[in-house]
């Protein structure tokens, strides 16, 4: 966002001079209107042009900006002077101009949420809507603390599910570069050996040999490889970017063995701890479904809770289109029910959030550990059907040569 310096008269009548973030000169003049400068000069500050792009603002930026406003407005602080600490002190470039503008907006007469609403796209509804009930019910901080925590949980649930990825994916590009690399510069060497031979090789060796001389030819590891890498890309992302596509991988996902149990256990852990941040936080339990819904990661799970919304709008408890749905584990639909019955859907929400923060530890570490061994026996598997298939004529010496 471009900097503009001025000098002028304040309202007491003394001269007054700075640099303030504006859109343009329109928006600088009335930011300073709006603070009763009587402005002599304004003009660009063309030393001082900050450049963002390529910047991406990442939730751990957010973390740190969301703490020390919760921090500062608890200590008193107006949210203007808040905005104008955050701005002068972001990690990001990027992140200061955005708060340089809201705090623009708030001066223009704006509210803190609808300033967010024009960086929807940085802060996201679930964000927005919990400021929004902090500023009507006067718990800016409260509802800012629990923000930052509610990202610091939610960074950690998918730092677990990275890392539980992570190994796995490494073995599996090393075990297929090894076998590249076996294919394209070992198995060459062994078909120029054998030719000299004469006789019919065994027809795994002929197999093999057939295979590296495509990946290394360049038709077959080069111009069809590309091809076939680009059309499954492409019609893999459009399919995925439809309604219909991401339904049907993400139901298929839901009923992969292990894979689909840790999946539901992230879901749930995801939705108790989204809903019952919301609804602790002020904002109505149809407005709360309706941001857990579009959160939630999952097409099957946003379908069924957009259904459950729709019943509990026809006077239903929470837990009933819950229980209907079948997405969720008796006992999570159990502790809901308890939760509606005490009056204490919030607290009963968080803990059952909680309990699948272990549960997905429990689940990350089951799965690495059945990942291992799989892994192991694929990448042994593979090397070893190559080197079998070349030491194959060796064993049959005697017979190739005679042949």
């Known amino acids: 966002m471009p900097k503009y310096v001025y000098s002028g008269v304040d309202m007491s009548g003394k001269p007054t001079s700075g640099q303030i973030s504006a859109k343009n000169k329109a928006e600088a003049e009335q930011v300073l209107k709006n603070r009763k400068v009587n402005v002599n000069q304004l003009k660009m500050d063309w030393k001082n042009i900050e450049l963002s792009f390529g910047e991406k603002i990442k939730e751990e930026d957010l973390v740190i900006v969301t703490r020390q406003m919760a921090t500062m407005i608890n200590a008193g602080l107006s949210i203007i ?9 972001a990690p990001k470039k990027k992140l200061r101009q955005i708060f340089e503008d ?3 907006q708030i001066e223009q007469g704006s509210t803190f949420s609808k300033a967010l609403e024009k960086h929807k796209n940085v802060f996201g509804t679930l964000y927005i809507n919990m400021v929004a009930a902090g500023e009507a ?5 409260t ?10 949980k939610s960074m950690s649930l998918k730092r677990k599910v990275k890392s539980a990825m992570m190994y796995p994916s490494i073995v599996l590009i090393v075990a297929v570069l090894v076998v590249w690399g076996l294919l394209v510069f070992i198995i060459p060497k062994f078909e120029a050996m054998y030719e000299g031979f004469g006789g019919t090789l065994p027809a795994l060796t002929q197999f093999t040999i057939g295979i590296s001389n495509f990946i290394s030819s360049w038709y077959g590891g080069g111009v069809l490889a590309v091809l076939i890498i680009t059309v499954v890309v492409a019609v893999s992302t459009t399919y995925k970017k439809s309604e219909r596509g991401r339904y049907a991988i993400d139901q298929m996902l839901l009923k992969v063995p292990k894979i689909g149990d840790l999946i539901k256990k992230v879901s749930v852990a995801k939705f108790t701890r989204t809903f019952g941040t919301l609804l602790s936080s002020g904002v109505a339990i149809l407005d709360a479904l309706d941001i857990v819904a579009r959160t939630s990661g999952n097409k099957v799970i946003e379908k069924h809770l957009l259904r459950s919304k729709v019943d509990i709008e026809g006077g ?7 229980e209907k749905a079948g997405v969720f584990p008796p006992m999570v639909t ?7 019955e005490t009056g204490a859907l919030d607290q009963m929400l968080t803990k059952i959030a909680d309990f699948y923060d272990d549960e997905v530890d429990r689940a990350v570490d089951g799965l690495t550990k059945m990942i291992e061994p799989l892994l192991m026996i694929f990448v042994g598997g593979a090397v070893g059907f190559v080197i079998i298939a070349m030491y194959l004529p060796i ?3 005697g017979s190739v040569v005679g042949g």
């Open 81 to 89: 002077k808040c905005l104008e600490i955050v701005a002068s002190q």
């Open 395 to 397: 064993f049959k010496l």
């Open 316 to 322: 239903k408890t929470v837990v009933a289109p819950l």
């Open 102 to 104: 809201i705090k623009n």
């Open 137 to 141: 019910g006067g718990l800016l901080d």
């Open 143 to 152: 509802i800012l603390d629990r923000l930052s925590i509610y990202m610091e």
């Open 334 to 340: 159990q502790m809901i029910s308890v939760g509606e």
